[in-house]
C-alpha cells in the first residue's frame, strides 16, 4: 500500500510536469500488475483508440490475476469483440474516486452500448458501493463483485481503479435465469410452456425490448402455485400472469423500490411496493434478491407469484406480546405520586397488589393468612388446656376429701400429670426426654425453666411416679400444679 501512495504522487507530479501528461494507456504501460491487461489493449487498435480518445471517465482495470483467473474459466479467449465490450462496461461515464463510495449503492452509466450486451437507455449500468471493509466494490453481470484499493491512480481525463475482477457483461434474462441457478424459476417456466416455441412470440417480445424491471419467482411455493395454476388457466391468461411480472419502460433498480411506489406492468395491471422494516415486498411477494444486471434492464427475485387479482400486500407484523399488570405473576408495584403530581392522576390510579420482596418475604395475603392460622391453634390450645384444668379441680376435690396433695403423692396414688412439663413453648415428657407435641407459643414458668437446667424437680414439676396411665408424647396436654400452669 505505501508502495502504491509513492507511486500515486509520483505519476501526480509528472501530471503536473508541463508536457508530460500521464495517458490511462500510460497507467496500463506504468504499473507491473496490469501488464496482461495493457498487452490486450495495445494489440487491439479499437480498445486503444477508446482509452485514447476517453474524457471524463473512471476505468476499472482488472489485474494480471484477475485476467488469469477470467481466461481459467472461459472456454473462449477474450476475442476483439468481447475485449472492446469488457472495456466499455469498464469504462464509466464520469470520475468516481473512492470517497465518492458509499454504503447506498449507485448504479452508474458506462460506455457499453452493444446491443448484445446493453438494451439500456443511457449505457449499461454496473453498481458502486463500499464493502464490508470499507473498500470500493463494482458490481457487474451476474453479481459479480470487483474489489478495488482504496486509493485509485489519476490520470489525463479520469481516474483507475485497480481491480482483483473482471467485469461480466450482463446476458439477457433467460440466459441469467440459468447463470443464477434459479431452479424453481425453470421449473415454473417449463410448468407453463412458456419455453414453448408456440409461446416465443411474446418471451422473445420481452426480452428484446429496452428498460425492463422483471420479478421473477423462485421458491417451492411459487412453483406449487404456478402447477395449480396451469391446470386451470388458458393460454392467454398464463401469457397475463407472464406480463404481470415484467415493467417495461421503467429500470427499477433497488433504491428505486421505497414504500408505496407502484409500477405499470406490461399486462396494464400495476404492482404495489411494500416496505416493512428491512423487508420488501412486491404486492405480497418478498423481495429475496436484488439487482441483477441483464442486457435489458434487471431483475429482482420473489418469493411467490404476483396475483392481479390479488393485490394485497403482506400480512402486518405481529406486535411483541405484552403482560398486563392484572394477569402477571409478579404484579409491578405503583409508584408513590410526588408531591408535584396531578391530582386527579393520583386519585383514578388503582393500586395493585403489593408484591413479594426480592429476599424471598412473606406477601401481605400470606402474613394475614398464617396470622389466622395461628389464632386458631392457639384457641385449640386455649381449650384443651381448659378442659384439663377443669378435670384437676374435680381431683383436688376428691383428693380433699381423702387428704392432702402431698399426702397423696407420697401414698403412691398415680399422679398421672406429673410426666410432662413446658420447655420453650412446648410440651415434654418428663421421662422420654424432649418429646415434641407440635404445642407452640404456650406459656411456660420461668421457675420451670430454672428446674430445667438444675436437673431439679421443683414444686412446679412432677416427681416419680409408678403405674397409671401414660399420656401419649404427642398429647396436646400441659402440667398442671394445682391452681397454676
Request: aromatic content about 8%; overall charge negative; proline content about 7%.
Amino acid at each position: 500500500m505505501k508502495l502504491l501512495r509513492m507511486k500515486n504522487l509520483w505519476l501526480l507530479a509528472t501530471l503536473l510536469t508541463p508536457g508530460a501528461a500521464l495517458t490511462p494507456l500510460g497507467v496500463l504501460q506504468t504499473y507491473p500488475e496490469l501488464s496482461s491487461f495493457y498487452g490486450r489493449i495495445n494489440a487491439s487498435p479499437t480498445a486503444t483508440s477508446i482509452l485514447e480518445t476517453a474524457n471524463n471517465f473512471t476505468l476499472f482495470a482488472p489485474n494480471n490475476n484477475a485476467i488469469e483467473k477470467f481466461l481459467s474459466g472461459n472456454s473462449t479467449a477474450l476475442t476483439e469483440e468481447f475485449l472492446v465490450a469488457t472495456l466499455q462496461y469498464s469504462l464509466l461515464q464520469g470520475i468516481y474516486p473512492s470517497l465518492s463510495f458509499s454504503n447506498i449503492s449507485q448504479f452508474v452509466p458506462t460506455s457499453l452500448y452493444n446491443g448484445t450486451y446493453s438494451n439500456v437507455t443511457g449505457g449499461q449500468r454496473v453498481e458502486l458501493v463500499l464493502g464490508s471493509d470499507n473498500r470500493p466494490q463494482v458490481l457487474s453481470g451476474n453479481t459479480t463483485i470487483s474489489t478495488a484499493p482504496s486509493t485509485g491512480v489519476v490520470c489525463t481525463g479520469g481516474i483507475v481503479h485497480i481491480v482483483d475482477e473482471v467485469l461480466r457483461l450482463p446476458v439477457p434474462a433467460v440466459l441469467e435465469i440459468s447463470a443464477a441457478n434459479l431452479e424453481y424459476t425453470i421449473s415454473i417456466l417449463a410448468a407453463g410452456n412458456f419455453l414453448d416455441t408456440s409461446n416465443s412470440n411474446y418471451v422473445n417480445g420481452i426480452l428484446e425490448v429496452p428498460d425492463v424491471t422483471y420479478f421473477i419467482p423462485n421458491s417451492a411455493n411459487a412453483l406449487a402455485n404456478a402447477a395449480t395454476l396451469v391446470k386451470n388457466s388458458s393460454a392467454e391468461e398464463l401469457q397475463a400472469i407472464f406480463k404481470y411480472h415484467v415493467v417495461q419502460g421503467v429500470i427499477a433498480y433497488s433504491p428505486s423500490l421505497t414504500n408505496g411506489t407502484e409500477f405499470t406492468t406490461q399486462q396494464g395491471d400495476s404492482v404495489t411496493v411494500n416496505v416493512q422494516g428491512n423487508e420488501t415486498y412486491i404486492n405480497g411477494a418478498k423481495v429475496i434478491a436484488t439487482d441483477y444486471l441483464v442486457a435489458n434492464g434487471v431483475v429482482h427475485i420473489i418469493d411467490d407469484l404476483l396475483n392481479r387479482f390479488n393485490k394485497s400486500g403482506p400480512p402486518p407484523p405481529t406486535e411483541p406480546k405484552t403482560t398486563s399488570s392484572s394477569t402477571s405473576a409478579t404484579p409491578t408495584p405503583t409508584s408513590t405520586p410526588s408531591p408535584t403530581s396531578n391530582s386527579a392522576e393520583s386519585t383514578t390510579s388503582t393500586p395493585e397488589p403489593e408484591p413479594a420482596s426480592k429476599s424471598g418475604g412473606l406477601s401481605q395475603g400470606a402474613k394475614i393468612g398464617i396470622g389466622v392460622g395461628v389464632s386458631i391453634v392457639g384457641l385449640l390450645a386455649l381449650a384443651v388446656l381448659a378442659g384439663f384444668f377443669l378435670r384437676s379441680r374435680k381431683q383436688n376435690h376428691e383428693q380433699r376429701d381423702s387428704g392432702s396433695w402431698d399426702d397423696q403423692r407420697s401414698s403412691g396414688v398415680p399422679d398421672t400429670m406429673g410426666k410432662f412439663y413446658v420447655k420453650r413453648g412446648t410440651i415434654h415428657r418428663q421421662e422420654d426426654g424432649l418429646q415434641e407435641t407440635g404445642m407452640h407459643d404456650a406459656y411456660t414458668h420461668p421457675r420451670d425453666m430454672e428446674d430445667v437446667n438444675t436437673g431439679n424437680s421443683g414444686p412446679y414439676f412432677g416427681g416419680p411416679t409408678s403405674g397409671g396411665p401414660d399420656i401419649p408424647p404427642r398429647s396436646p396436654s400441659r402440667a398442671i400444679r394445682g391452681n397454676e400452669f
